[in-house]
């Protein structure tokens, strides 16, 4: 029996191109992963070129409906007026409750539009940041994207 309460990945991802229209965001979406990601301070690097990560997405978003806890497509950061995304899928009922999904969520969270975003394409550099990044040992924003 299908769940209604998701649609299919096609129309998830036209009704997240319809969320950010509606909030003045125009650019594609494009899917990253944690390993795309660096943050060092206020400030975040992204591994360019990003690959097309639409498959992958898309095998998660059918395991969350298979999970039924909610799924939650949401925004990273901006980049070049590209939208930065990622799927999240709460590991259990509790962490469903406190993010507070039932179904499909979509989600800008407030500041994205202002953190400082660094497209790096040198392969040494990247290494460089990765490393950097590592040495800290809090909790960053970007952890809660998944690792792919």
Do not use: N
């Not at 003045?24 to 992204?46: Q, S, T, Y």
């Not at 969350?64 to 070049?80: K, M, T």
Request: net charge positive; hydrophobic share 40%; proline share 5%.
């Amino acid at each position: 029996m299908k769940d209604t309460r998701f649609p299919a990945f096609s129309d998830a991802v036209a009704h997240l191109r319809e969320f950010l229209s509606a909030q003045g965001h125009e650019g594609e979406p494009r899917w990253v992963f944690r390993h795309d990601i660096v943050e060092l301070g206020f400030r975040v690097f992204v591994h360019l070129p990003l690959p097309d990560y639409s498959q992958q997405v898309e095998r998660l978003y059918e395991r969350g409906i298979r999970y039924g806890l909610g799924i939650s497509l949401q925004v990273f950061c901006f980049l070049d007026g590209e939208p930065l995304c990622y799927i999240w899928l709460p590991e259990d009922e509790m962490d469903a409750s406190y993010r507070m999904l039932s179904g499909l969520k979509l989600s800008i969270p407030s500041g994205a539009e202002r953190r400082r975003i660094t497209g790096v394409r040198s392969r040494v550099r990247w290494k460089w940041l990765r490393w950097l990044e590592r040495r800290t040992s809090r909790h960053l924003w970007a952890d809660d994207i998944p690792s792919g």
